[in-house]
T-cell receptor
Framework: DTAVSQTPKYLVTQMGNDKSIKCEQN?????MYWYKQDSKKFLKIMFS???????INETVPNRFSPKSPDKAHLNLHINSLELGDSAVYFC?????????????FGDGTRLSIL | GENVEQHPSTLSVQEGDSAVIKCTYS??????FPWYKQELGKRPQLIID?????GEKKDQRIAVTLNKTAKHFSLHITETQPEDSAVYFC????????????FGTGTRLLVSP
């Protein structure tokens, strides 16, 4: 009955590889987000999709490409992984039509680049 | 764009004491201010939020105050317990149709028994 679920929970890989993280929400929300939390615990938004349409794209390297096949799923693909990509990546979702509604976070994916 | 500053970065209190965490924001159009608690290795979880049409909101031992003129808001935890130990984040957004939450840098709260 997990509301926002991410897979995998842990991802350890070599520099230069390509990897994907998947996110699914069963809350019926229209908007989904990807956040990056670095080693200092700073949480920063990367992308947001509303009903499969990209609405927020912060200054993220174009090695990161989000994909939303439907409004319940938002995946993150990362090409040519670098050491600085090591972080915890959180997916979140919220309703769209009702502004100022809480965002619900997934459990996070801890990405470690060797 | 919005900038949110949060203080202190760490806060140590004795069980039963009160704890106060303060945040300031820069965008006067921001109108939604949530607070998240993140335990070690866990997801951020919303504990309370306030919208710009109210000045204070309380939920049991937790309260949040908002001063729109000064552009700052604060989290107050009374009768702290060891299980309150976590990192707390404030955030702000305009909330116009979709949310772009800008988070503060976090406060590590340690409650000693």
């Amino acid at each position: 009955d997990t509301a926002v679920s991410q897979t995998p929970k842990y991802l350890v890989t070599q520099m230069g590889n390509d990897k994907s993280i998947k996110c699914e929400q069963n809350l019926g929300h229209d908007t989904m987000y990807w956040y990056k939390q670095d080693s200092k615990k700073f949480l920063k938004i990367m992308f947001s999709y509303n009903n499969k349409e990209l609405i927020i794209n912060e200054t993220v390297p174009n090695r990161f490409s989000p994909k939303s096949p439907d409004k319940a799923h938002l995946n993150l693909h990362i090409n040519s992984l670098e050491l600085g990509d090591s972080a915890v990546y959180f997916c979140a979702s919220s309703p769209f039509r009702s502004a100022n509604q809480p965002q619900h976070f997934g459990d996070g994916t801890r990405l470690s680049i060797l | 764009g919005e900038n949110v500053e949060q203080h202190p970065s760490t806060l140590s209190v004795q069980e039963g004491d009160s704890a106060v965490i303060k945040c300031t924001y820069s965008d006067s159009a921001s109108n939604y201010f949530p607070w998240y608690k993140q335990e070690l290795g866990k997801r951020p979880q919303l504990i309370i939020d306030i919208r710009s049409n109210v000045g204070e909101k309380k939920d049991q031992r937790i309260a949040v105050t908002l001063n729109k003129t000064a552009k700052h808001f604060s989290l107050h935890i009374t009768e702290t317990q060891p299980e309150d130990s976590a990192v707390y984040f404030c955030a702000a957004s305009r909330g116009t149709g979709f949310q772009k939450l800008v988070f503060g840098t976090g406060t590590r709260l340690l409650v000693s028994p």
